[in-house]
C-alpha cells in the first residue's frame, strides 16, 4: 500500500474513534442490515458478508426472497440454492433473516412484467408457505446444516408497494388481500411468524400510502404484527433535515389513530456517499473521496443517534441499513454509493463507524 493510502486510511481510524463514544450506552434499537445476496443470482458472498457482520455485533439481516428467480417455470420444483447459501452461512453466524417475499415469475401472470401481481394470490402464497415449510421452524433445511438452525420467524410481504417499481399498480386493495392471504399461508404452518407490511409515508396514487392502506385494510392489526418503513437521506446535507424524521412521527401518529399498536420496523434506510462527493467534487468525480467517505460515516452515526432517541416516542424497534454488499469501481477499492463495503467486501469508512457505534450501545431491548 503506498504511504499516502497508509496515512489517509489513518487519518480517517483516528477521525472515527473520535466520533464514537467510549462508554457504553443502552440501545433501544436493534441494528440490521440490508445484504440482498443473490440479486444477481450469486450467493458466493454470504460466507463473508455473515461473518463480517456478525464479527461487528450485527445478528439481523434483510435479504429478498425473489419468486421469479426461485421458481421461474410453471410446476417446477423450487430452485432454493441461492437462498440455501444465505441461510445456512447466517446459521453459521448466528444471523436472524428476515425475508422479503416478492417479484411475480412470468408463467403466474402472463408475463405481464416482476412487479404485477400474479393472477391469483394462491400461486405467490404456496411459494411463501414452501419458503417456511423449508426454512421455517422445524423446515426441512436444518438437517443439512451443521449448525444450530436459524430459521425464519418474520416475513415481509412485498417491498414498497406504493412504489410503481416494485408494485406496477400502486393499489392498497391488492396488496391488503395479498398481505392476509399470507399471513395465513405462513400461519399454517407456525402462528408465531411475525408479519410486516409496508407502512410508507409516500405517495402513491396522488396520495400518502399509509392512509390508504389502512382504508382498505381496517383489519390491519388482525394480520400485521409489524409496520414496515422506509426512511432515506438523499440530500447533500445528510440526516440534518428534520423531514425524514417527522415522517416517522406521522405513521405513528396515523396508526395510533386507527388503535394500530405495532412497532414500527425502519426496514430500509441509507445515504448516497456518490451523492456527497458529487456535491463537493463536481459530477465529473469518478471515485467516492476519503473525504466523502468520513463525511458519510459522521451523517450514519447522527442518524443512529437520532432514531434511537426515537425509539421509545414513536415504537421504533429495530433498524436495517441499506445495505452491505461488495459494489466495485472499475480500476479502485472504493464503494459506490449506497453500499457499505468495497470492491474486496472490506468494511468503508461508513460500515467501520455503524460497527462501532453498535458495539458501544448493547442492545438492552428489541
Not at 400485521?224 to 416517522?248: C, E, W
Amino acid at each position: 500500500m503506498k504511504k499516502s493510502m497508509k496515512y489517509k486510511a489513518g487519518v480517517i481510524g483516528a477521525a472515527l474513534g473520535a466520533l464514537i463514544p467510549s462508554v457504553a450506552l443502552a440501545l433501544t434499537i436493534q441494528v440490521g442490515m440490508n445484504v440482498n445476496l443473490g440479486w444477481n443470482l450469486a450467493s458466493a458472498d454470504a460466507p463473508q458478508v455473515m461473518s463480517t457482520l456478525s464479527t461487528n455485533n450485527i445478528k439481523t439481516v434483510r435479504q429478498f426472497f425473489n419468486w421469479s428467480v426461485i421458481q421461474p417455470t410453471d410446476g417446477s420444483t423450487y430452485d432454493w440454492r441461492w437462498i440455501d447459501n444465505v441461510m445456512r452461512n447466517a446459521a453459521i453466524n448466528g444471523e436472524d433473516v428476515l425475508p422479503v417475499f416478492y417479484y411475480t415469475p412470468g408463467w403466474a401472470n402472463g408475463n405481464a412484467g416482476v412487479n404485477v401481481l400474479p393472477t391469483s394470490n394462491a400461486l405467490f402464497t404456496n411459494f411463501v408457505k414452501a419458503a417456511f415449510l423449508r426454512y421455517g421452524v422445524n423446515g426441512t433445511f436444518w438437517s443439512s446444516v451443521n449448525a444450530a438452525p436459524a430459521p425464519l420467524v418474520t416475513a415481509e410481504i412485498w417491498n414498497e408497494p406504493w412504489c410503481k417499481a416494485f408494485l406496477k399498480s400502486t393499489d392498497p386493495l391488492q396488496y391488503a388481500q395479498l398481505v392476509r392471504d399470507s399471513a395465513v399461508a405462513i400461519h399454517s404452518v407456525n402462528l408465531n411468524v411475525k408479519i410486516l407490511a409496508s407502512t410508507d409515508w409516500y405517495p402513491a396514487n396522488n396520495s400518502i400510502w399509509l392512509p390508504q392502506l389502512l382504508a382498505a385494510m381496517p383489519d390491519f392489526a388482525q394480520y400485521i404484527n409489524i409496520a414496515s418503513v422506509h426512511l432515506y437521506f438523499t440530500n447533500f446535507a445528510g440526516p440534518s433535515g428534520a423531514d425524514p424524521y417527522s415522517k416517522l412521527g406521522s405513521i405513528r401518529n396515523y396508526l395510533t389513530k386507527y388503535k394500530v399498536t405495532a412497532p414500527i420496523w425502519i426496514t430500509e434506510s441509507g445515504i448516497n456517499a456518490r451523492m456527497v462527493d458529487q456535491y463537493e467534487l463536481g459530477n465529473t468525480q469518478k471515485e467516492i473521496s476519503q473525504q466523502a467517505q468520513l463525511q458519510t460515516a459522521q451523517e450514519y452515526l447522527a442518524v443512529l443517534a437520532a432514531i434511537n432517541n426515537l425509539a421509545t416516542i414513536d415504537n421504533i424497534e429495530r433498524y436495517y441499513i441499506f445495505l452491505y454488499q461488495r459494489s466495485p469501481v472499475a480500476g479502485t477499492t472504493l464503494s459506490d454509493g449506497f453500499s457499505l463495503a468495497d470492491t474486496n467486501l472490506q468494511p468503508t469508512a461508513a460500515a467501520k463507524a455503524i460497527f462501532r457505534w453498535v458495539a458501544s450501545h448493547p442492545v438492552t431491548t428489541k
